[in-house]
């Protein structure tokens, strides 16, 4: 119970874009380790193509180590977040270069290539680089929105300190 209740007011101050990466990641990640199972082998094959082969690596971060910082806030609540939001642009941008350097590195043969671990498709992209370039972009405008808000306030109420 003690737990529970713990639990729930660290979602309360969690905020939503926040959450919203860790569903997505956590849905991500267990799908990645379902395909790997041997019994899910045509599965994979289908998909491959689309997620490239390191399907999930870059979202394992988001699991394991947004709790960590939601569940240990040792000062400032609003510098944790910041700083999460931070990792999350950071690992996301890794995520899109290597997207990018993936999809330079594609020969025309590997659209059509048999064989499906070497097959490229157009849709790559997408997952590759456009989902973490959503986030990087939500992560950012959030950071961008706060700032701007707290700067209004400090500005219409100048005693304050930031």
């Given at each position: 119970m003690e737990i529970s209740k713990k639990v729930f007011a660290v979602l309360k101050k969690a905020p939503y874009d926040i959450i919203l990466f860790y569903i997505f990641s956590t849905l991500v990640v267990v799908f990645s380790w379902y395909l790997?199972?041997?019994?899910?082998?045509?599965?994979?094959?289908?998909?491959?193509?689309?997620t490239g082969w390191e399907f999930?690596?870059?979202?394992?971060?988001?699991?394991?180590?947004?709790?960590?910082?939601?569940?240990?806030?040792?000062?400032?609540?609003t510098k944790t977040i910041n700083l999460l939001r931070f990792y999350i642009m950071i690992t996301m941008l890794i995520e899109c270069y290597n997207g990018y350097q993936d999809w330079l590195s594609i020969n025309p043969e590997d659209y059509t290539n048999p064989?499906?671990?070497?097959?490229?498709?157009?849709?790559?992209?997408?997952?590759?680089?456009?989902?973490?370039?959503f986030w990087i972009l939500l992560m950012a405008g959030t950071l961008s929105w706060n700032y701007f808000k707290r700067k209004k306030k400090n500005n219409l109420n100048p005693e304050t300190e930031s």
């Open positions: 790997r199972l041997d019994s899910n082998k045509s599965l994979r094959e289908t998909l491959i193509p689309y999930g690596n870059a979202y394992q971060f988001g699991i394991f180590f947004i709790p960590l910082c939601l569940f240990s806030f040792g000062g400032n609540v064989n499906p671990y070497l097959r490229y498709d157009s849709l790559t992209p997408v997952y590759t680089i456009f989902t973490p370039l």
